[in-house]
């Protein structure tokens, strides 16, 4: 994120430590709904920096978050959105591109450490990597499960349960029983890369992931 975003979600932090746990509790919530808005997350603490005020006013006098804000949450949330600007498509497209970047990484730095493995022992050829049918799609499940539990743990912030719960564990364990499945029967090889260049490709999109942090919000 750039610095106007960072300086704003540190006094953020700050000033919800002025709340009541409660209130907090509540404000919380409200920042995980936010997450998953169309909306840059620089307009996201713009709203929360305004939400805490709000808060932090009604305590003041006595007034508790349901006093502030009203009982329903969700509504109030989706009543500020709609009167933030959404985020063009090229921009949604680029901020879901940086938020799967960090997974992206670690999927990769896993793969190799069992590539490597398997060069220890024996079954691969040094110093060359195959990348499989199994290895793409099973990372593709993977991600894609991860920005699922995302969405879904966001859209549902305001009425947690055992439902849903139940849900994100359903869907976490069917697509990382999928993804093992693709990486132990689809074994057809799709190309190959050197060592070198396995190495160097995470610190590359752990790189783009930088720029594009620093440009977008």
Known sequence: MNKRTKLLLRENNEAEKQ??????QILTDIVVYLRTAPISLYRQESVRRDITQMLLDGEARGDDAQSVIGNDYQTF?????SEIPPLSASARALTALRD???ATVVLLVIWLIGRLSEYAIGI???PMLTVTVGDILGGVLLLTAASGAVTLISR???SPGARTSRLLFVILFLCLLAALCAGFFLEQPLFTMHF???LVLPLLLLFAYKLLDKKLD
């Open 100 to 102: 799967i970047l960090p």
């Open 77 to 81: 949330c989706d009543s500020v959105i």
């Open 196 to 198: 070198l260049l396995a």
């Open 156 to 158: 549902t912030s305001f």
């Open 19 to 24: 709340l009541s746990a409660a209130a907090q």
């Open 124 to 126: 691969a050829a040094w």
